[in-house]
Antibody, heavy 116, light 112 residues
Framework: QVQLVQSGAEVKKPGASVKVSCKAS????????ISWVRQAPGQGLEWMGW????????NYAQKLQGRVTMTTDTSTSTAYMELRSLRSDDTAVYYC?????????WGQGTTVTVSS | DVVMTQSPLSLPVTLGQPASISCRSS???????????LNWFQQRPGQSPRRLIY???NRDSGVPDRFSGSGSGTDFTLKISRVEAEDVGVYYC?????????FGQGTKVEIK
């Protein structure tokens, strides 16, 4: 079955970077893009950006421009999201999801905690 | 950015009774290909979001038929015909027509 499996929880200090992985299975990886969405504790869902698994094209949310990089490794069907210069308000659960306009399959989420 | 406004934000319902959630967008969600990319998600406590409805009214596989979506342009509705205990959670609308995609604030459904 179609599945996205994310890497485990991370604890980082302010100013550090984090890289979250999202491994896809059950479908042709390059046929769909991967979106990244985050959810701060007790809050709603926030769109972070999207990457085409076909050609690597990206689109990032304006508020994260310059701090976020999304990449893919088609040899392992894995997408990555790196966030730099972490702040306390980056503490959230980070999700990957298949597709841009109609995200149908979601990963289990990766908790990133930013704390000194 | 397109603003998605849900109402109500909290919805206490009696088991077996209907429930309805409204979602309004600040711009038309009709895309250049003629489709309207309006999705509904359910998020149960401690779980990832689960898509229920796509393109306004198409139910995902495995979603009970008590869930239905309707609407057009800027005005959309998710209805639950008879609420069951497993329907407790937060429901989000999301538009994928305009970049960046945006979500509504969420509607918390609880049992009275």
């Amino acid at each position: 079955q179609v599945q996205l499996v994310q890497s485990g929880a991370e604890v980082k200090k302010p100013g550090a970077s984090v890289k979250v992985s999202c491994k896809a299975s059950g479908y042709t990886f390059t046929s769909y893009g991967i979106s990244w969405v985050r959810q701060a504790p007790g809050q709603g869902l926030e769109w972070m950006g999207w990457i085409s698994a076909y050609n690597g094209n990206t689109n990032y949310a304006q508020k994260l421009q310059g701090r976020v990089t999304m990449t893919t490794d088609t040899s392992t069907s894995t997408a990555y999201m790196e966030l730099r210069s972490l702040r306390s308000d980056d503490t959230a659960v980070y999700y990957c999801a298949r597709d841009l306009r109609e995200p149908d399959v979601w990963g289990q989420g990766t908790t990133v905690t930013v704390s000194s | 950015d397109v603003v998605m406004t849900q109402s109500p934000l909290s919805l206490p319902v009696t088991l077996g009774q209907p429930a309805s959630i409204s979602c309004r967008s600040s711009q038309s969600l009709v895309y250049s290909d003629g489709n309207t990319y309006l999705n509904w998600f359910q998020q149960r406590p401690g779980q990832s979001p689960r898509r229920l409805i796509y393109k306004v009214s198409n139910r995902d596989s495995g979603v009970p038929d008590r869930f239905s979506g309707s609407g057009s342009g800027t005005d959309f509705t998710l209805k639950i015909s008879r609420v069951e205990a497993e329907d407790v959670g937060v429901y989000y609308c999301m538009q994928g027509t305009h970049w960046p995609s945006t979500f509504g604030q969420g509607t918390k459904v609880e049992i009275k």
